[in-house]
């Protein structure tokens, strides 16, 4: 992916992008609550010896989850492919992904086409939704109407999970989410 198909190289400039959409009055921001790691796994499950997961650990999963998200979250993906994975600016690092993913809301599955930015140094992955991309083999994929922009990140100190998604009012209107 190069800039003259209209991708942002740079963490940077997908970061910008990712805040213009969040800011845009067209769109509806959605962030969800931060999620304590090790609170949930206490009140979820009973470890035997007990588990305490670090930030670096979770951040660990998160990579790996953004590269094979089947793996991972098979109970939203049920097909996904990742290529292209090359370093960016320092410490960060860029990839395309497709997948068939289960909506937000609905029972509906469709294909999302994602360009994948990670910083390693602040410990984000920006996932930026596309209407359509080019594949590896150089087919041309589109998506559904459902592939939104999103954002996940570590939290310092105890481990959390921070997720904002920001998609089209329109689209979430399509899903059935009420935009207020």
């Known amino acids: ?22 800011q845009n009055p067209k769109h509806t921001a959605i962030e969800l609550p931060a999620v304590d790691v090790n ?30 998200p089947l793996t991972y979250i098979p109970y939203v993906v049920s097909e996904a492919r990742s290529w292209g994975r090359h370093p960016t600016e320092e410490g960060c690092e860029h990839f395309c992904r497709s997948s068939i993913q289960r909506a937000w809301i609905t029972e509906k599955t469709g294909k999302v086409l994602e360009d994948v930015r990670i910083n390693h140094k602040q410990q984000r992955v920006l996932f930026m939704g596309r209407a359509s991309m080019t594949s590896q083999e150089g087919d041309t994929l589109r998506a559904a109407a459902f592939s939104p922009c999103s954002m996940s990140n570590t939290q310092p100190g105890e481990p959390k999970q921070l997720r904002r998604i920001c998609g089209a009012s329109s689209f979430l209107q399509e899903i059935g989410m009420t935009v207020m």
């Open 1 to 22: 992916m190069t800039r003259e198909i209209g991708i942002p190289y740079s963490f940077a400039s997908a970061d910008a992008e990712f805040s213009e959409a969040w």
């Open 39 to 68: 609170k949930v796994l206490a009140s979820r499950y009973v470890l035997d010896p007990p588990v305490h997961v670090t930030r670096s650990m979770v951040w660990d999963m998160e990579v790996k989850k953004s590269w094979d």
